[in-house]
């Protein structure tokens, strides 16, 4: 089975995090998002891959590059100028992908549904599409999928009381490449409110929903990105929620509950809690930042925005 992984998003809800890399790029307690998608689709037998790339792509490619380290074999689509969408993206890319059905991959939610059980749940259906669904608990925040009781889609609602009793989905579908034939070859198209809503009120059968209990860890704001560190780093057990490559801390500063990404340089007796700091931000010696993510822009200036997290209260 070939895979094909959406990378090319804005990441606006993340930002300033995708000012620095592309929201796959970002790593989670010490590890890029989309190496860890690459190593668990590998982990299941999926292990030739199409990334799309359109916002700051030489962050993703630096992380990946054809994916012989991950025992992957990775190509790029690449979407220029403009963003072609979860259904422009895939119909640009259905030509290198040359597989008839694929699986699509968000790439900013880490999971671990069983990928055989969805795949072979879609065989037996007949359907174009087979999205991967929990039970939406978290109905004020998600939106939802709605379900008949055959398990076809019967449409989608917007996050708040509609979503009730809702299913989420977590990110991972399997498709077969005719779905996206309506959308001509580089132009920008939605599969859900767009390809999927119609093909739910012209062809009901096509479009269904297999509902499992697999775990999901979202990183699509920077709260969900905090919390997903935290939860992959011991539940927050360690001071460190994540340390990239190259960094140093001097032995007399103080970091707690933090994220370091890479090439980061905390001087001497500065202190770092609860912050998040980007790639190569230098902490000045004696400097001390709370709650705010640590950005150095292009001309080597230094930012801190204020970090709002709702967190529990230490014990």
């Not at 822009?297 to 970090?307: C, F, M, T, V, W």
């Amino acid at each position: 089975m070939k895979a094909m992984v959406l990378a090319a998003g804005l990441g606006t809800r993340l930002r300033p995090l995708t000012d620095v890399r592309a929201k796959p790029a970002i790593p989670v307690a010490g590890e890029p998002i989309i190496r860890r998608i690459i190593t668990w689709l590998v982990s299941q037998g999926v292990d030739d891959l199409v990334l799309n790339l359109h916002h700051r792509p030489q962050t993703l490619t630096a992380v990946v590059g054809d994916g012989t380290d991950l025992a992957a074999r990775v190509r790029y689509s690449w979407e220029q100028p403009r963003l072609l969408g979860s259904a422009g993206g895939p119909r640009l890319a259905r030509p290198m992908l040359g597989a008839d059905t694929f699986l699509i991959v968000n790439g900013d939610t880490l999971t671990d549904v069983d990928l055989a059980r969805l795949a072979d749940a879609h065989a037996a259906s007949g359907a174009l599409a087979t999205l991967a669904l929990v039970p939406n608990r978290e109905f004020t925040r998600y939106g939802g999928v709605l379900l008949d009781a055959g398990h076809r889609v019967a449409g989608f609602a917007r996050r708040g009381p509609s979503s009730e009793g809702s299913y989420h989905y977590i990110g991972v579908q399997i498709v077969d490449g005719t779905v996206f034939d309506s959308v001509p070859p580089g132009a920008p198209a939605s599969s859900i409110g767009g390809v999927y809503d119609a093909l739910i009120a012209s062809r009901p059968d096509t479009v269904r929903g297999l509902v499992c209990d697999a775990e999901f860890w979202d990183v699509g704001t920077v709260e969900d990105y905090w919390r997903t560190s935290a939860v992959l780093m011991a539940k927050g057990s360690a001071a460190i929620f994540g340390s990239g490559r190259g960094g140093r801390v001097d032995a007399s500063a103080r970091v707690t509950r933090s994220i370091l990404w890479d090439d980061v340089v905390v001087e001497a007796d500065a202190v770092v809690d609860e912050c998040i700091v980007t790639d190569g931000v230098r902490v000045a010696a004696g400097s001390s930042y709370r709650r705010v993510v640590l950005v150095v822009d292009e001309a080597e200036q230094l930012h801190a925005s204020p970090l709002n997290l709702n967190l529990e209260p230490r014990t």
